[in-house]
């Protein structure tokens, strides 16, 4: 019987109380576990890293969850960052590395929010600190005020091409909404399948067929069972972590 693929997710390096812990999302563990059919194992950010190289090489994917922090943007020469805008240097260092790593193992990546925008950087991409004070873009922001499921609900209308159009089974589909900062110019070799009505950039997927690169800017792991599409973007996720799996043994 083939073996469950193994998917890490980086961790958030976050301050609870007086001490700092390694804390990912539980809603992006059970996402692995019931959209991908894998198993996931938290991926530390320390400082210094890990051996990224070793890590990839014991892994069958790789996922990258949205966070309480953002980019800072000296990665991306953005200029200094706002007041009150909350950083995670340590995860900045480790998935910065992950990602061309991951291309050039070959190790399958789903990216999400904040996992969107470290692709995009990572790849020698830039983003907007502030998309709301954008010309001509809407504001991307949850109500924080608001419970979680309409925090999560319906955002906006995304038009889709490309691998999104084919999960979805059409070429546009509403998606949730829970972010400050966006792309703002796209990285080499990385292709646009997702663009919201303001022009925002919101899916991404790598332009090598032999690699599995997708990043979405939404949340698809919030109640995935309940959302065909988002429930196939996991599951071609968890397949091409199979695939790889099934390689490596």
Not at 102 to 114: F, I, S, Y
Not at 156 to 167: D, I, K, P, Q, R
Not at 197 to 223: C, I, M, N, S, Y
Request: net charge negative; proline share 7%.
């Amino acid at each position: 019987m083939a073996r469950a693929p193994l998917v890490g997710l980086p961790s958030d390096s976050k301050p609870i109380g007086l001490h700092r812990y390694q804390a990912v999302g539980e809603k992006y563990v059970r996402a692995v576990v019931q959209g991908a059919g894998a198993i996931p194992l938290l991926i530390p950010s320390l400082a210094p890293p890990l051996p990224l190289r070793e890590v990839l090489d014991g892994l069958d994917g790789l996922l990258l969850t949205g966070a309480y922090s953002n980019i800072e943007p000296h990665h991306y020469s953005g200029g200094p960052s706002y007041e009150g805008n909350l950083h995670d240097p340590a995860r900045d260092e480790n998935a910065l590395a992950l990602v061309p790593l991951a291309v050039e193992m070959g190790v399958p990546v789903l990216a999400v929010c904040r996992g969107f925008q470290e692709v995009n950087v990572a790849l020698g991409g830039s983003l907007y600190q502030k998309v709301h004070e954008q010309p001509g873009k809407h504001d991307h922001r949850e109500d924080l005020a608001a419970p979680l499921d309409v925090q999560y609900g319906p955002g906006h209308e995304v038009l889709l091409t490309g691998s999104l159009a084919a999960m979805a089974g059409a070429d546009r589909a509403v998606v949730n909404s829970l972010h400050g900062q966006g792309v703002d110019r796209i990285a080499a070799g990385l292709r646009v399948e997702a663009v919201a009505h303001d022009g925002l950039v919101e899916g991404l997927r790598l332009a090598r067929e032999d690699r599995f690169l997708l990043a979405v800017q939404w949340h698809p792991e919030w109640k995935l069972a309940d959302n065909p599409f988002y429930s196939r973007i996991f599951r071609a996720f968890g397949d091409a972590c199979r695939a790889r799996a099934a390689r490596r043994s």
